[in-house]
């Protein structure tokens, strides 16, 4: 069954406490993603991933950082979260191809209070 | 660089009625192409369409669109709005026509009875 799953995904911390938003797949795909979208501002990619500890920054990486020591997972780590940083966060993943249209997963809806 | 622009925020509609968001994009390469995602509530971001080439037309689940280069255009068109179709949608090209997606801000139509 080709899915991305986010876990979890609802998720409360308080300001200053370290996150870590979790992100499967089992389609063996080698690109994976995290966004972030926000209201008038659409999905902003915040790292891409090419594979196994292969990552990159994307437009908004300021204040995250990413780890990707399987191919089918990734995950997105706010150490002392922010609450600019409450947001709903999508992961995604495609085929090596620029031609693919990434799949996402559902989200994960954080609050930072 | 590559950007992409939904200039309405909020396209509201009486069901049956024709429907047309707009969506242009720049990019320095010649044969770019450009992807529709609809987003329904509490569920993924789904691809809805993929351009083909320059004039063509490519449909799925009712809607279609025409990549035009000469006036850098992808505009989402569908014959008869139904209520099911309120959702957002967000235009996207990849970025120097690799893996990173820019999306646009999405548009947001809801379709009344």
């Known amino acids: 069954d080709m899915k991305v799953t986010q876990m979890p995904r609802y998720l409360i911390k308080r300001m200053g406490e370290n996150v870590l938003l979790e992100c499967g797949q089992d389609?063996?795909?080698?690109?994976m993603y995290w966004y972030r979208q926000d209201p008038g501002l659409g999905l902003q990619l915040i790292y891409i991933?090419?594979?196994?500890?292969?990552?990159s920054e994307g437009d908004i990486p300021k204040g995250y950082r990413v780890s990707r020591k399987k191919r089918e997972h990734f995950s997105l780590i706010l150490d002392s979260a922010k609450t600019n940083q409450t947001s709903v966060y999508f992961c995604?993943?495609?085929?090596?191809?620029?031609?693919?249209?990434?799949?996402f997963g559902e989200g994960t809806r954080l609050s930072v209070l | 660089g590559d950007s992409v622009t939904q200039t309405e925020g909020l396209v509201t509609l009486t069901e049956g009625l024709p429907v047309m968001l707009n969506c242009t994009y720049q990019?320095?390469?010649?044969?770019?192409?450009l992807f529709w995602y609809v987003h329904y509530l509490n569920e993924s971001p789904r691809l809805l369409l993929k351009?083909?080439?320059?004039?063509k037309r490519t449909e799925h689940q009712g809607f279609h669109a025409t990549l035009h280069k000469s006036s850098s255009s992808f505009h989402l068109q569908k014959s008869s709005a139904q209520l099911s179709d309120s959702a957002l949608y967000y235009c996207?090209?990849?970025?120097?026509?690799?893996?990173?997606?820019?999306f646009g801000t999405g548009t947001s139509l809801l379709v009344d009875p």
């Open positions: 990019t320095i390469y010649s044969n770019p192409f």
């Open positions: 995604a993943s495609s085929r090596d191809n620029n031609n693919q249209a990434p799949l």
């Open positions: 351009s083909s080439t320059d004039n």
């Open positions: 389609m063996s795909h080698e690109t």
């Open positions: 996207a090209l990849p970025r120097n026509m690799g893996y990173k997606l820019t």
């Open positions: 991933s090419y594979d196994v500890d292969s990552n």
